[in-house]
């Protein structure tokens, strides 16, 4: 092949292969800690070993939280504090807010923000009953 052709392929393959690499490598970084805790904790078991109160409290610290209305209103508001930072850019830059390009990118995390501003409203109302 050759190098004109090679480097765009390449650069491709990394674009979109890097944060499937990524995402990849985490989760069997945690499936094989969370496989290797589980074999500690049944080896302590299996032999009749009390386990420390230490290590009880870290195994329950560790489990995820559940999801709760609070958590969509404050993952909404900061998504659109990220909307209004983007919408603000050019202002700070340019001193206008005309020819402003990033208004279109901005709508995106303004609008996910504002769908879990309204999930959870709603959740807290449905709570509440």
Do not use: C, Y
């Not at 969370?34 to 009880?56: D, H, S, W, Y």
């Amino acid at each position: 092949m050759e190098a004109g052709i090679l480097i765009p392929i390449v650069a491709i393959i990394f674009t979109f292969g890097m944060p499937i690499a990524i995402v990849a490598i985490i989760q069997f970084t945690k499936a094989r800690n969370n496989a290797e805790l589980q074999k500690t904790v049944r080896t302590a078991i299996e032999k009749g070993e009390t386990l420390p109160a230490e290590f009880m409290d870290s195994l329950q610290k560790s489990v995820p939280k559940a999801k709760t209305p609070m958590n969509d209103i404050r993952a909404g508001l900061i998504l659109m504090a990220v909307a209004a930072g983007l919408m603000l850019w050019p202002v700070i830059e340019h001193g206008s807010f005309f020819g402003n390009e990033l208004s279109g990118l901005a709508a995106i995390p303004g609008m996910i923000g504002l769908a879990l501003l309204i999930l959870g409203v709603i959740g807290l109302n449905t709570r509440s009953k």
